[in-house]
């Protein structure tokens, strides 16, 4: 592990978004999927947040474009435990998986604490509550710059203040630390984005 906590030791990661995720909260039932994310950084084939999506097809097929079977997806990163973000880990079987307080792999529970743990040296974990007591948010160092994938929003445009936040000052807590080191975030619920005067802080 590097010795900050808040940077990866590495800059060989790539990221590819598998699918944009939307939220319409209108009254129930709700149309919601979450933006699922895969990124590798040499033996590590990582997704995040394999949650609601219209079908397994959302996830797996981008992935076989990229040459990756579900079979070779060595790590699940869930944000947070909401069901529409991890609904469909079990579409890859050989996966440990990660949280905010351990790694679940097979019929092994090997409890850690996420703030620093690096999954690889491009890809590591920080501490980031407010949507949920347990949140997460992924760093990826690229060779292009910093990327984060978090809750911290839903969206681009926020919202400013997250409707569902367990811990409303504790996320904009955590929206000031991901923005002073990302170039890009992606989001819960939506496309990717570069950070301006204009984002939710």
Request: avoid cysteine; hydrophobic fraction near 40%.
């Given at each position: ?16 978004v ?5 939220a319409?909260?209108?009254?129930s039932?709700?149309?919601?999927g ?9 033996d ?11 079908g397994?097809?959302?996830i797996?097929d ?5 040459g ?9 990163v869930f ?7 991890t ?12 949280d905010?307080m ?7 529970w ?5 703030e ?7 890809i590591?974990?920080?501490?980031t ?17 910093m ?8 969206f681009?445009?926020?919202p ?11 996320l904009?807590?955590?929206?000031a ?7 890009r975030i ?16």
């Amino acid at each position: 592990m590097g010795s900050d906590p808040t940077r990866p030791s590495t800059s060989s990661a790539a990221v590819h978004v598998l699918t944009n995720g939307y939220a319409d909260m209108a009254p129930s039932p709700w149309s919601v999927g979450s933006t699922v994310t895969y990124v590798r950084d040499g033996d590590a084939h990582v997704v995040v947040d394999p949650g609601l999506v219209p079908g397994p097809h959302t996830i797996i097929d981008p992935l076989r474009d990229l040459g990756v079977a579900p079979e070779d997806i060595t790590d699940i990163v869930f944000s947070h435990h909401h069901p529409d973000h991890t609904v469909n880990a079990a579409l890859f079987p050989a996966a440990r998986i990660h949280d905010h307080m351990a790694i679940y792999h097979k019929d092994t529970w090997l409890s850690r604490p996420a703030e620093g743990f690096e999954l690889s040296g491009s890809i590591r974990l920080i501490v980031t509550p407010g949507h949920t007591p347990q949140d997460i948010t992924t760093l990826v160092e690229t060779e292009e710059g910093m990327v984060a994938l978090t809750h911290l929003w839903w969206f681009a445009e926020g919202p400013p203040d997250d409707p569902l936040a367990t811990d409303g000052a504790a996320l904009h807590e955590g929206r000031a630390r991901v923005l002073d080191i990302a170039t890009r975030i992606i989001p819960g619920h939506g496309a990717p984005f570069v950070p301006d005067s204009r984002t939710p802080r």
